[in-house]
């Protein structure tokens, strides 16, 4: 197994991967709240999430990977009192929403998917646990954090927390703290008609960062791999995520490794609304844009590097991945093949190790696809001068498998020849026409010498389809 090396946030540098089993590598990932479309923004984490996965599956590793729906916050509360619906029958649009934009770009379901909602006893623990270690107190029904009693505070962020009292606002609910640093673990209901729990904590439902420490006990019941996120969650997030978790436990560990995934720009500004720069991935499909080419742009620049995102640089990926898929369009006419055939020590070999080299540096995608590109234009030039044998071809066609793990854009289906196309729609013309005339001898002559072809018809409501063998 090649030795990985991972960027961790907590230590600033990068470290030897060495999960707990390596056929269970433990990886939580803070999701969507879900309330309304995610931006690009967001799927530049959740590519990020995928690309981190579908590398550790490439490079050996079997994973057991839980990414958490935030179902019940602020604006799902008041967005569904507005639109008088339950917070459940509000929520669960969105998540179907989730879950397809995730399809259209092609990324992985992981193992484990709970929501806050369903993780209240959990959660209630770990209050409990909290309790037993005098870190919270309780004010107006709802229970805070108290970092003052948490001496670890700040080594994620690396933030000077005496700074903090008198610093910038950085926490936006509208709760009274003790101490402006405190955070709320369980909050009171305030709005009329609003979702609440009944809990010895008293009615109310969960703050933000209590959510995934309760998730991660409830899935993992100790401590995990890795945890990653936006940089915007590092803090107070992620800081909180582990005065909750080792505050309770103080004798476990937590996480092994932090990643972050930077900010995406556009345009070379912040996406915000009222500059007119905001894109939900619907808005770019709805602009014609090709799924496929979002996703390879969002996952072929490196994960901790700022990417700046245009329309540009959409058409450009899409310019990149029919490069690729031309290449192998071109591999695929040169053979019967077969897609489970694997051939582990041909002519593409050292190109593949290259390209698991630069994954396993800190998934560095950038020089990945990078070696791809080189590769290409050295089987455009053997393709062009026949110089592949059969052996070859089968080689290069388990190449294509293997970085499609990583890409998931390739399309294996042997390209139509649009002669033979146009030849097979006369034939079935001419039957059509025949069956019309009742001359049902020749509508059958056709069909036998279509099916000599290689092609099936499927008579339909729709008219005939046809398909080959
Ligand atoms: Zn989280």
Not at 262 to 290: C, F, P, W
Request: aromatic fraction near 10%.
């Amino acid at each position: 197994m090649l030795e990985v090396k991972l960027f961790n946030s907590y230590t600033n540098r990068k470290e030897v991967f060495k999960p707990e089993d390596p056929n269970a590598v433990k990886i939580y990932s803070c999701g969507p709240t879900v309330y309304n479309f995610n931006h690009i923004g967001n799927f530049r984490s959740y590519i990020f999430t995928d690309v981190l996965r579908r590398s550790l599956k490439l490079l050996g590793y079997k994973l057991d990977q839980t990414m958490n729906i935030t179902d019940i916050e602020d604006k799902i509360i008041a967005e569904s009192i507005k639109q008088k619906v339950t917070v459940e029958e509000f929520t669960s649009k969105w998540i179907k929403i989730f879950f397809e934009d995730l399809e259209t770009l092609k990324i992985e379901k992981l193992e484990h998917y709970p929501k806050a909602t369903d993780s209240v006893p959990e959660m209630m623990d770990l209050i409990d646990k909290l309790k037993e270690q005098n870190l919270i107190y309780e004010k107006e029904g709802s229970v805070y954090y108290s970092i003052a009693n948490f001496k670890q505070y700040g080594k994620l962020s690396k933030i000077d927390i005496d700074g903090m009292k008198s610093g910038t606002r950085y926490e936006t609910d509208e709760y009274t703290k003790d101490d402006l640093r405190d955070f709320v673990l369980w909050k009171s209901p305030k709005l009329e008609g609003e979702k609440f729990w009944e809990t010895k904590y008293g009615k109310g439902r969960p703050g933000w960062h209590l959510e995934c420490s309760a998730m991660i006990r409830k899935i993992y019941s100790s401590g995990i791999d890795i945890h990653t996120g936006g940089i915007d969650l590092l803090f107070p997030h992620h800081e909180n995520e582990i005065a909750q978790t080792c505050g309770a436990y103080p004798h476990e560990h937590f996480v092994n490794l932090w990643m972050h995934c930077e900010h995406l720009l556009v345009d070379n500004q912040k996406m915000s609304k009222s500059l007119g720069n905001y894109y939900t991935l619907r808005d770019l499909i709805a602009k014609g844009y090709d799924p496929k080419a979002i996703r390879y742009l969002l996952l072929s620049a490196h994960y901790r590097t700022k990417l700046n995102f245009s329309l540009k640089s959409i058409d450009e990926s899409t310019k990149a991945i029919s490069k690729i898929q031309n290449t192998l369009t071109r591999v695929l006419e040169g053979v019967n093949f077969d897609l489970t055939q694997k051939n582990e020590n041909g002519y593409s070999e050292a190109y593949y190790k290259d390209f698991l080299d630069a994954i396993a540096d800190d998934l560095n995608t950038s020089k990945a696809v990078g070696t791809i590109f080189e590769f290409i234009k050295i089987i455009n030039s053997k393709l062009d001068s026949n110089a592949l044998s059969k052996d070859d071809i089968a080689d290069l066609l388990s190449y294509f498998i293997k970085i499609n793990g990583l890409l998931g854009i390739l399309d294996f289906e042997k390209s139509k020849d649009d002669s033979l196309d146009s030849e097979i729609q006369s034939l079935i013309d001419k039957r059509q026409a025949a069956k019309k005339t009742k001359d049902f001898a020749l509508a059958d002559l056709i069909r036998n010498d279509l099916s000599e072809k290689g092609i099936i018809l499927e008579d339909s409501t729709t008219g005939v389809k046809w398909k080959r063998k």
